[in-house]
C-alpha cells in the first residue's frame, strides 16, 4: 500500500473550489492506495484508510471509461482510450459532467441539479 500526497495550496490551480479540495484532504487524510489489478489501460486502484471504511474509493478503468465507486456513490466516465489522461490538469466541473454516465440521461441532469447553497440549508 502506498501512502497518498496531500494537495496543497499550490494545487488550488486545479480547482475552482479550494474548500472542497481541503475537505477532501480531510476526508481522505489517512487513505492509503491498493494496486489491486494494473494491466495497461485495464486498472483497478483501492483508496481507503485501513482502520475504517469512511470515505473509501475505487477508481477502475478500462479504455475509453472511468469508474469511481465506494462509499460515496458510483460515477462512470467516458472520454478518450486513456482516462487517466483526461483527468490530468485543472478540474473542469462542467466539462467532466458532460462526459459522465448514467442511466438515460448520461448523469448530467444528476449532477448539474446540485446546489451547494440548499445543500447547506
Known amino acids: 500500500m502506498t501512502t497518498l500526497h496531500r494537495l496543497t495550496e499550490k494545487d488550488t490551480q486545479y480547482t475552482?473550489?479550494?474548500?472542497?479540495?481541503?475537505?477532501?484532504n480531510g476526508d481522505t487524510e489517512n487513505h492509503q492506495m491498493s494496486i489491486l489489478h494494473d494491466e495497461g489501460l485495464y486498472r483497478h486502484l483501492r483508496f481507503k484508510n485501513p482502520e475504517n471504511g469512511f470515505y473509501w474509493f475505487d477508481l477502475i478503468t478500462w479504455p475509453g471509461y472511468l469508474t469511481i465507486t465506494g462509499d460515496m456513490g458510483t460515477y462512470t466516465f467516458l472520454r478518450v482510450q486513456d482516462m487517466f489522461e483526461f483527468f490530468t490538469g485543472h478540474i473542469n466541473n462542467s466539462y467532466w459532467a458532460e462526459k459522465?454516465?448514467?442511466?438515460?440521461?448520461?448523469g448530467r441532469r444528476e449532477v448539474r441539479a446540485h446546489n451547494e447553497d440548499e445543500f447547506k440549508k
Do not use: R, V
Open 16 to 24: 475552482d473550489s479550494p474548500k472542497h479540495l481541503a475537505k477532501f
Open 100 to 106: 459522465l454516465q448514467n442511466g438515460n440521461t448520461g
